[in-house]
């Protein structure tokens, strides 16, 4: 069974930027599609950002131009870059793996996240 395993939050100052990393154990082949979510305290988890195999990237509008996702496919791991953090960026964020084939998704897996807060 695949984990995955999130580092990198903490606390920074706004205008400030943190890289978060999510390591994958075990056989990843199932998945094509990786993504960051976050969820501020009395929110709905959101969409942050994702990459699928083929290297297409989509971007909340909130963190377009602000977060960079990527991926190192020799250490199964996907980053997200932030950089120009704001106070509304405060959550726990959480990495996402999972199959899509049309309108199927399916082997969805979470991390068990990390905070970042942005506060000065």
């Known amino acids: 069974q695949v984990q995955l395993v999130e580092s990198g939050g903490g606390l920074v100052q706004p205008g400030g930027s943190l890289r978060l990393s999510c390591a994958a154990s075990g056989s990843i082949s199932s998945f094509n599609v990786w993504g960051w979510h976050r969820q501020a305290p009395g929110k709905e988890r959101d969409l942050v950002a994702t990459i699928t195999r083929a290297g297409s990237i989509n971007y909340a509008a909130s963190v377009k131009g602000r977060f960079t996702i990527s991926r190192d496919n020799t250490k199964n791991t996907v980053y997200l870059q932030m950089n120009s953090l704001e106070p509304e960026d405060t959550a726990v964020y959480y990495c996402?793996?999972?199959?899509?084939?049309?309108?199927?998704?399916?082997?969805?897996?979470w991390g068990q996240g990390t905070q970042v807060t942005v506060s000065s």
């Open positions: 996402n793996a999972y199959q899509q084939n049309g309108v199927f998704r399916r082997y969805d897996t």
